[in-house]
């Protein structure tokens, strides 16, 4: 799939740079966001934090129009060296949440669009649940994932997707959509850059968790002896004939394994695998994918067709390595049905209508405007009923009362007239009506205005001299008018100057609280606020900017005149570790929300044993995590000193090992605090030396194996 290839000019890119201000970054490089770590920068960049954020985008993309691209976990993209010139979007924490049903509910799960496959398949299966093994080895994110129908090992996202909440960057709406009319296909889907996927609902089944461990630990064990590691985003063509012909068998029949140009080369594990160097070239990668496909094509006559997404690459060179072209994609889908057409949704300001009965003056605008004009607007209608110049107003006025009296559809008012006078017709305003245009009782919903007796317009000198007079008030009434707007605007002018004024810049600002967290993004925030007015910087854009990092729990910023301000942060607590799949710690507080990856093992907190997921910081590790975390951080001081570890056993077990070796069993994880009691009772009576193990899921009788 070919990114659109428009190129916005430096102009527009620095003017929605501006509209976006503090919530975007300038060039920043992309590549390290994909597997392939490879590639350029992206002119502007988000992180997205709430959907808010995606407003003020969809706003901004509204005034100036820019590609977008959304990053998921960046394992089917490859950006080109050059970059991409354009906004890209990766959202933030907000979007890792995963709520996993109960267990006396439907098999239900729901999860932000960043949470990553193989985490989501191994709580899913800790917790209970089936079906969504298979992407234990996908590397991507969820929201990746539908938009490109992942799958394998026999199933996909289909199977499972009941639907997805999306945000439409072009009309700024969110919105609910049923996997149906997602145009779900063989690695591809119906939404395009427009469509960001917030979360999606997936109906799996309950099932065994020894089982479903079982069948990952197969799945993984098979991505290992097949697969490589290393910098690649999976298969790069689709299987010619699903089910059939495959790409890699394809690639491998010519003897192109390990085939190399540049700093790209076809794996030597598996043909249809391209890997790229550290510090490699994004060009070399596209390079080898159109090699292959020549080559496939010269020989068997197949047009490969890739999944990756070329993001950034000239149409021509993302053609010829097999990218599928934006045009190709379907205008007329089902998606666009689901959310109507652009023509369908009107985005404009409503028509205003009117409450009051309608002076003088405008009517003689209205007058002025509507002349001759028959068109109907909204449900205000202008019609001009004959005149007789010989008759009087009032006397035309009562027989055409009587003649629309007796009509009784709203649309022979508008008709026959081509000349004198103006009838306002107002279907949804009651407005009261005068005698001369009684209500017409059989069509209650057709009411004449009191005006249209006042808009009479006869061609005779009594109408001449009140036009004169309305056009007298009128211009007065607009040069009041104008002088009054002068003022105003001098007023706001002259407080805006003040609020503007670098007078009350800031130039002091404190910061309390920093221990854990990211230096360089204080120092950056810091900048983007020194020099700002105290009265109008925008503390929350900071505020939220702060939030972004993991060590931070909530951040407040205070301002005091006329130059200084206050950060004060709260950063979060470390309590406790564990390993993940990948064999780096996770340090987590007390949420079990992931604060660093670290390698090696931290000494200064208690290790959760056990290997939990891959999560980066961030990321939530779930809740009998945060039971043992918990558990960690509400140790008495006479209890650390004897404490090795605390564990899980299962989704929803609690456990602890001894210094002394001594299992401690405390079952689920509720009463934590009395088992603690009970524990600290007993290990004042008995020496835990010659204690096998101690069982506190009956708190009221704790079990003791002695040696
Ligand atoms: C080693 C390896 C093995 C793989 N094995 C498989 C496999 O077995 N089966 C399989 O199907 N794929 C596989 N892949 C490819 C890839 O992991 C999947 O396609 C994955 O679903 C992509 O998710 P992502 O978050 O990385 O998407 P990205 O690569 O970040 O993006 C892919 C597309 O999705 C869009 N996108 C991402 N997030 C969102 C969002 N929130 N809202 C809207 N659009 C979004 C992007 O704009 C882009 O168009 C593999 C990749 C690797 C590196």
Redesign the pocket.
């Known amino acids: 799939?070919i990114t659109d290839i428009s190129r916005p000019s430096d102009k527009d890119l620095s003017r929605l740079a501006s509209l976006l201000g503090d919530r975007a970054t300038l060039n920043e490089p992309i590549g390290p966001y994909?597997?392939y770590r490879v590639g350029g920068e992206a002119s502007i960049f988000m992180r997205i934090l709430s959907v808010e954020d995606l407003h003020a985008l969809s706003r901004a993309l509204s005034k100036v129009r820019v590609p977008v691209?959304?990053?998921?976990?960046?394992?089917?993209?490859l950006v080109s060296d050059s970059g991409f010139r354009g906004v890209a979007i990766t959202?933030g924490p907000f979007a890792e949440q995963i709520s996993l049903p109960q267990i006396n509910e439907q098999p239900i799960l729901i999860a932000g669009?960043?949470a990553s496959?193989p985490v989501l398949a191994r709580q899913s299966v800790h917790h209970g649940l089936t079906g969504f093994e298979w992407a234990v080895?996908?590397?991507?994110?969820l929201?990746?994932?539908?938009?490109?129908n992942?799958?394998?090992h026999g199933a996909d996202m289909i199977a499972s997707l009941i639907s997805v909440r999306l945000f439409h960057i072009d009309r700024g709406i969110e919105a609910n959509v049923s996997a149906a009319n997602l145009g779900l296909r063989f690695?591809g889907s119906d939404?395009t850059?427009q469509?960001?996927?917030l979360s999606a609902t997936l109906r799996l089944s309950w099932g065994d968790s020894a089982q479903g461990e079982a069948r990952m630990t197969e799945i993984v064990k098979w991505r290992r002896d097949h697969?490589p590691g290393g910098q690649?985003?999976?298969?790069v063509f689709v299987n010619p004939v699903a089910g059939a012909t495959s790409a890699g068998a394809l690639i491998d029949g010519l003897g192109l394994r390990g085939y190399r140009i540049g700093s790209a080369s076809i794996s030597d594990k598996h043909a249809n695998f391209i890997q790229a160097d550290e510090d490699g070239s994004a060009d070399d990668v596209a390079e080898v994918m159109t090699f292959i496909r020549d080559r496939v094509s010269e020989t068997h006559g197949i047009d490969l067709r890739s999944?990756i997404?070329l993001v950034g690459f000239s149409s021509a060179v993302a053609v010829d390595a097999g990218a599928q072209s934006l045009f190709e994609q379907k205008h007329d889908s089902q998606l666009d049905a689901a959310f109507g057409t652009s023509a369908d949704t009107d985005l404009s300001i409503p028509m205003p209508t009117f409450s009051e009965q309608l002076s003088d003056d405008v009517m003689a605008e209205l007058h002025d405007a509507f002349t001759g004009d028959l068109t109907p607007i909204s449900n205000l209608r202008v019609v001009r009923p004959d005149v007789h110049t010989s008759e009087s107003a009032g006397e035309l006025a009562s027989e055409r009362a009587n003649e629309l009296a007796s009509e009784s559809s709203v649309s022979s008012l508008s008709l026959k007239t081509n000349d004198g006078r103006i009838v306002i017709v107002d279907e949804e305003l009651r407005l009261p009506t005068d005698s001369d245009f009684p209500v017409d009782e059989q069509t209650s919903s057709v009411h004449i205005a009191p005006t249209s007796n006042s808009g009479t317009i006869i061609e005779d000198s009594r109408w001449a001299s009140r036009r004169k007079v309305v056009a007298t008030n009128a211009s007065r009434n607009k040069k009041r008018l104008l002088v009054l707007a002068g003022s105003v605007f001098g007023v706001i002018a002259c407080v805006l100057v003040v609020l503007a004024s670098p007078i009350v810049g800031v130039r002091k600002i404190d910061v309390e609280g920093v221990r854990y967290m990211n230096a360089d993004l204080v120092t950056s925030v810091k900048k983007s606020l020194l020099g700002k007015s105290v009265l109008t910087v925008d503390t929350n854009a900071a505020e939220r900017r702060l939030e972004g990092d993991p060590w931070v729990d909530s951040v407040r910023i205070r301002t005091y005149f006329p130059t200084r301000l206050t950060i004060e942060i709260v950063e979060r607590v470390p309590v406790a570790w564990f390993i993940g799949v990948d064999n780096r710690a996770r340090i987590v507080d007390q949420d079990a929300r992931v604060l660093a990856v670290e390698t090696g093992q931290p000494t200064a907190y208690l290790q959760i044993t056990g290997v939990g997921a891959n999560l980066a910081p961030g990321g939530s590790a779930g809740d009998i995590y945060r039971a043992a975390a918990q558990l960690a951080k509400a140790l008495p001081d006479e209890l650390m000193k004897v404490v090795l570890n605390v564990g899980t056993a299962g989704p929803n077990q609690l456990t602890m090992t001894l210094r002394s070796g001594t299992l401690v069993n405390f079952g689920q994880p509720v009463d934590v605090q009395k088992k603690l009691i009970a524990l600290v009772v007993l290990l004042r009576r008995q020496d835990s030396k010659q204690i096998i193990s101690i069982d506190l899921t009956n708190t009221d009788v704790p079990t003791v194996k002695s040696k």
Do not use: K, W
């Open positions: 799939m994909t597997t691209i959304v990053l998921g976990r960046g394992s089917n993209m959202l669009s960043m496959l080895g996908v590397p991507g994110s929201g990746g994932a539908v938009r490109m992942a799958g394998g690695r939404l850059d469509h960001v996927v697969q690649n985003a999976g298969s999944e997404r």
